[in-house]
């Protein structure tokens, strides 16, 4: 199939909404999610889409738009609409609406987590009402303290607005009358079966022995339990269900169980603890919730819960289950992440290396960039994988417009240019915008400059250069001599350089390593965030150190 008018749409298309400048990657991705069966042809696709990225990347914007009202109107009306319903409506909101989001304060918010945050921040925006953040601490055995500061942070960095926090473990006594209650209305026992005998009841479809004991008796171990007695048994509370239901898990479900360890909130006050399906049932009905977001993963837990609004009588939430997303090349799981910080892999949960929100703001991701992204994405049922190439498209166009441009030039070599004159150059601190200013360094005659030895080595004999916004150089038996000042006419090579008094500068990359060299004098006098020219966008910290963000 002959895709070129495909591609020159979608590049277009791309360029429109990110200043005139289409992204391989992201015209890309977007044909081959639309046509998957081309993946096999990739390598012959890949060569048109970078031609036809690269014309349309030489046009103006003007150009652009023209292109698109003689060739392809409906990108305006597409766009338009894509962005007024990139999440579709919530389903029987009837007024404002009540939502929450349920980390586990094992560790920081990740990237994953941006996800259900800012989904849910958009949808109390559209319809009003109630952002709650309840923190699910009812497991002391997974819990590290840092995370009761450090999330309510990157909900904060991301721009979530949350309008009530509710910690779990503050909640005991509410779960235990709400148990209490479960038991007299015969919905809920007492098991003191072997874990792996009561496994292959349920399996079996065969009810467990205890379970129609009078509510009386349940009601005084339950007690015994949750005053600390009889420490040495491993008792449950379990739900009664359909034990013939033809989800195994959903059979007959445990409520609580005895955990043991401290608990950092609550120390040893509390060892019969509930169990997520238990607490997570109770505090959707007690805060109010009126629709509930949650991965593909969570639907047999839906299932479950669904049993504890019905003895109840309570109003079940509106569930929306979508796809669960797989996030490439990252570092999520905290217990990985926790292992490695008290090995030393990790310095901390901000560690270059990892995916945490902590990390990608201080490598210098921004906000917005994770709320258009999840947007666009939208709210599919679908699993998905999660997209780099598009995700720093995103942030580029967050960070371009205010990056100034600096010279850094790793594994510098020193040369020096026979016959050079004294010359001013002026090199403008953003492409195209010269009201942005310029970066102006007297090179003296025959001064030494820096080149990259990766540019080195690549030039050939009697090649001709350019150092960028300085002069015409020739190379020669490994001389390189004066040219002219003026750009050549002729197509050469472009390099970048750094004067002589520049500086020593290390940047250290998203797998921790480091490129070393010099970066140009005006560069190191101001930190934030720039590109550096022919390397890519880079969070300045100091005069000395700075993190690769991406190309």
């Known amino acids: 199939m002959e895709y070129r008018s495909l591609i020159e749409k979608t590049a277009l298309k791309n360029a429109h909404g990110h200043d005139g400048k289409a992204d391989v990657g992201s015209v890309m991705n977007k044909i081959l999610g639309e046509f998957p069966e081309e993946r096999k042809n990739a390598g012959q696709l890949i060569v048109t889409v970078k031609e036809i990225v690269a014309m349309i990347n030489s046009m103006s914007q003007e150009q652009q738009n023209a292109l698109i009202s003689q060739k392809y109107a409906d990108i305006l009306t597409i766009e338009k609409k894509e962005q007024e319903h990139r999440l579709h409506d919530l389903k029987n909101v009837n007024g404002p609406v009540v939502m929450r989001m349920a980390p586990s304060p094992s560790g920081p918010l990740h990237l994953g987590h941006s996800r259900m945050a800012i989904l849910n921040d958009e949808y109390v925006k559209r319809y009003g009402g109630q952002l709650i953040l309840r923190i699910e601490d009812t497991n002391p055995q997974n819990i590290d303290p840092v995370a009761y500061t450090m999330i309510p942070e990157d909900l904060k960095w991301l721009n979530v607005n949350v309008t009530q926090i509710v910690i779990q473990s503050d909640r005991f006594e509410l779960y235990y009358e709400k148990a209490r209650e479960l038991i007299r209305k015969r919905a809920a026992y007492m098991c003191t079966c072997e874990v792996d005998t009561f496994k292959e009841l349920l399996m079996a479809g065969q009810a467990c022995p205890h379970r129609d004991i009078e509510p009386e008796s349940n009601l005084e171990k339950f007690q015994e339990v949750v005053d600390g007695k009889n420490r040495d048994a491993s008792p449950v509370l379990i739900i009664k269900t359909d034990i013939a239901h033809p989800n195994p898990s959903v059979r007959d479900w445990i409520a609580f169980r005895r955990i043991k360890g401290t608990h950092p909130r609550t120390g040893n006050k509390y060892s019969f603890y509930p169990m997520m399906n238990f607490s997570v049932a109770i505090d959707d009905h007690e805060l109010g919730l009126t629709h509930v977001i949650r991965g593909s993963d969570h639907i047999s837990n839906t299932e479950k819960q669904k049993y504890i609004f019905n003895y109840f009588g309570w109003k079940i939430p509106e569930y929306f289950h979508y796809g669960n997303i797989s996030i490439p090349d990252s570092i999520l799981k905290t217990s990985i992440i926790k292992k490695g910080i008290k090995e030393g892999i990790y310095s901390g949960w901000d560690d270059v290396k990892l995916q945490t929100i902590c990390s990608m703001a201080r490598?210098?991701?921004?906000?917005?960039?994770?709320?258009?992204?999840?947007?666009?994405?939208?709210?599919?049922?679908?699993?998905?994988?999660?997209?780099?190439?598009?995700?720093?498209?995103?942030?580029?166009?967050?960070?371009?417009?205010?990056?100034?441009?600096?010279?850094?030039?790793?594994?510098?070599?020193?040369?020096?240019?026979?016959?050079?004159?004294?010359?001013?150059?002026?090199?403008?601190?953003?492409?195209?915008?010269?009201?942005?200013?310029?970066?102006?360094?007297?090179?003296?005659?025959?001064?030494?400059?820096?080149?990259?030895?990766?540019?080195?080595?690549?030039?050939?004999?009697?090649?001709?250069?350019?150092?960028?916004?300085?002069?015409?150089?020739?190379?020669?038996?490994?001389?390189?001599?004066?040219?002219?000042?003026?750009?050549?006419?002729?197509?050469?090579?472009?390099?970048?350089?750094?004067?002589?008094?520049?500086?020593?500068?290390?940047?250290?990359?998203?797998?921790?390593?480091?490129?070393?060299?010099?970066?140009?004098?005006?560069?190191?006098?101001?930190?934030?965030?720039?590109?550096?020219?022919?390397?890519?966008?880079?969070?300045?910290?100091?005069?000395?150190?700075?993190?690769?963000?991406?190309?």
């Not at 939208?378 to 100034?404: K, M, P, T, Y």
């Not at 290390?506 to 060299?517: A, C, I, L, M, T």
């Open 363 to 551: 490598r210098g991701y921004q906000p917005e960039t994770f709320r258009k992204y999840w947007i666009d994405s939208g709210l599919r049922e679908v699993n998905a994988e999660f997209s780099w190439d598009i995700f720093n498209s995103i942030n580029r166009q967050f960070i371009d417009s205010g990056a100034d441009r600096y010279f850094f030039v790793k594994n510098p070599v020193p040369i020096k240019i026979a016959d050079s004159p004294e010359v001013m150059s002026r090199i403008p601190k953003y492409q195209g915008k010269p009201e942005r200013g310029f970066r102006e360094y007297m090179i003296k005659a025959s001064s030494e400059l820096f080149i990259t030895r990766e540019d080195l080595e690549n030039i050939k004999d009697g090649e001709k250069i350019r150092l960028k916004d300085l002069f015409n150089v020739r190379y020669n038996e490994g001389t390189f001599r004066f040219s002219e000042i003026e750009p050549s006419k002729e197509k050469i090579k472009i390099i970048h350089w750094c004067p002589s008094e520049s500086k020593p500068f290390k940047v250290e990359r998203p797998d921790g390593s480091f490129d070393e060299g010099v970066l140009e004098p005006q560069g190191i006098e101001r930190n934030g965030i720039f590109q550096f020219e022919r390397y890519g966008f880079v969070k300045k910290v100091s005069g000395e150190f700075g993190i690769y963000i991406h190309n």
